[in-house]
């Protein structure tokens, strides 16, 4: 385009304010002004916002770092519970192989005691024996020897309840509970609080067989008692501290280095020591009255004195069997169930008079065929059978002394031949027995017939005197002789010349 075109037609451009009266003017200032104001508010609204923001920001990562950190204590606290987990199974670990050690123990020990009980049955005949043959040295070694060895058996269960102690402490009832029932065998045990409250163990131990009183035969003072039933262990011990780990090791506290639990004296010492600081006395007196309530089941079969039956506790000091600190008995005959209440805990039976049934009132011994006989036997209130087959005797024996005034089975009685003669002759006690001498003795025989019963008649029956002291010149010499009927007293002589005395 040529430059005078473009000159030619240049138009002057001026500003709308510069053409603007004044009035113009101040209406543009004023919209500036409320545009400052927007931008203003615009401004604070948008760093409201930002700090708002920030806030939440702020907050977002707390909550992050409050959850990392959560979460690093809970793996902490998962790692630190695995290991502790690691630990205490490792230690369960043991403890089940050695508590599985230990119940193969007691089986051993159960397996072994059957074998050891024949054992004692069979030193018990053999004893039996040496007092028939009188001889006292003899008798005196066996029993000796059953002692021991029941001595020796009652260890080896002593020796398991410890390792139960040291290893596994749920082996035993800890008596955290008051009241304790045993399901699979009939002990049941109700326990003060004193003994409750302590860290304490009991131990139930039922011994029962013909030799299971043997520990207890010998007594110093008193009537001689005879247990009944069984003897019942009971034992207070001591409980250890529970096992800690040290790294590998599994430290235990060992309460009794001879291998048998801690036994604890009840009423407890301490107690026993404040109680006894007290101006009136009662403490001390209330000791008496804290006693256990026990139940436990004999076999009822056997056979109970009610009138002098009672529930004892062994007296080691005095070798006997004391009632001290045991009261509330109830014994039922018909289901053999035993209770009482004791503060002792010591070898508990019940026993009776070892002579209640003595003297015997009658006797008879009866054939069944060869080798077999039966032997009744009348005691005072009861009267028992005793089948006899070969060497094998089935029923109750009663141990009585060699010198009870009227005891019809005197040694006496044997030497003469009964024995022998049991198949082929009933025998049977005369009356006149109890008015003669110790050194004499008189029954009456009937004989047997094949397929005919014993006859009651008296006129059946022949009267047999033996006398252990007859003297014949200058001399003591033992005679038998069959003696006429009627009366049989000490001056019942034997005469050759008689016909009577003859056969």
């Known amino acids: 385009m040529p430059k005078s075109w473009f ?3 240049k138009k002057k451009f001026v500003s709308p304010l510069s053409e603007m009266g004044p ?28 700090l708002e923001e920030e806030l939440r920001q702020q907050e977002i990562r707390a909550k992050r770092e409050k959850e990392l950190r959560e979460q690093r204590e809970r793996e902490a606290l998962e790692q ?45 005949i053999r004893a039996a024996r040496a007092s028939d043959r009188r001889s006292e040295s003899e008798q005196a070694r066996l029993r000796t020897h059953l002692r ?66 043997e520990p207890f035969a010998i007594q110093q003072a008193g009537p001689s008692m005879s247990v009944v039933g069984g003897v ?30 801690r036994q604890v004296e009840y009423p407890f010492k301490k107690a026993s020591e ?72 010591t070898p508990t039976a019940l026993v009776q008079y070892s002579f209640a049934e003595f003297p015997l009132r009658n006797w008879s011994l009866q054939p069944m065929g060869l080798n077999k006989a039966v032997l009744a036997v009348q005691g005072r209130t009861v009267e028992i059978q005793i089948a006899i087959d070969g060497s094998k005797c089935i029923g109750l024996n009663f141990a009585g002394p060699a010198s009870a005034k009227g005891l019809e089975t005197e040694d006496v009685i044997f030497k003469a031949g009964i024995g022998l003669m049991a198949s082929r002759f009933a025998f049977r006690r005369c009356p006149n027995n109890l008015q003669l001498a110790s050194s004499k003795v008189v029954f009456q025989f009937q004989e047997a017939v094949q397929d005919t019963e014993i006859s009651d008649e008296q006129a059946m029956w022949k009267t047999i005197m033996f006398d252990a002291s007859f003297k014949i010149g ?26 009577v005395n003859a056969k």
């Open 274 to 345: 404040d109680a006894a600081e007290e101006e009136d006395g009662e403490a001390a007196a209330d000791l008496n009255i804290w006693p256990a309530q026990v139940g436990y089941r004999i076999f009822p079969r056997c056979f109970v004195h009610k009138d002098s039956a009672r529930v004892m506790a062994w007296d080691s000091t005095a070798c006997r069997w004391s009632e001290e600190d045991v009261g509330d008995v109830e014994i039922d005959v018909d289901t053999g169930d035993v209770k009482f209440r004791t503060t002792k805990f």
């Open 23 to 50: 009035k113009a003017k101040g209406a543009a200032g004023g919209k500036k002004g409320k545009k400052s104001e927007a931008d203003k508010a615009l401004s604070e609204e948008e760093e409201r916002k930002r």
């Open 80 to 124: 630190h519970f695995n290991r502790e987990k690691d630990r205490l199974d490792d230690e369960k670990l043991g403890v089940t192989e050695l508590g599985r050690k230990i119940d193969l123990e007691i089986a051993k020990i159960e397996e072994e005691e059957e074998s050891e009980r024949m054992l004692c049955d069979e030193i018990q």
């Open 7 to 9: 000159g030619q037609h």
């Open 148 to 213: 021991t060895l029941r001595e020796l058996i009652l260890t080896k269960w002593d020796y398991a309840a410890n390792a139960v102690l040291q290893v596994r402490n749920a082996g035993l009832v800890q008596t955290v509970h008051k009241n304790v029932e045993y399901p699979n065998v009939p002990f049941t045990i109700s326990l003060p609080k004193s003994i409750s409250l302590a860290s304490v163990a009991i131990r139930m131990l039922f011994v029962y067989g013909p030799t299971c009183a």
């Open 232 to 261: 019942l262990y009971l034992d207070l011990y001591e409980m250890p501290e529970p096992p800690r780990m040290a790294g590998s090791w599994t430290i235990r506290q060992i309460l009794s280095p001879n291998g048998r639990p």
């Open 474 to 499: 200058e001399s003591f010499q033992a005679v038998g002789f069959i003696v006429p009927d009627g009366e049989v007293t000490d001056e019942t002589k034997f005469d050759v010349g008689n016909a």
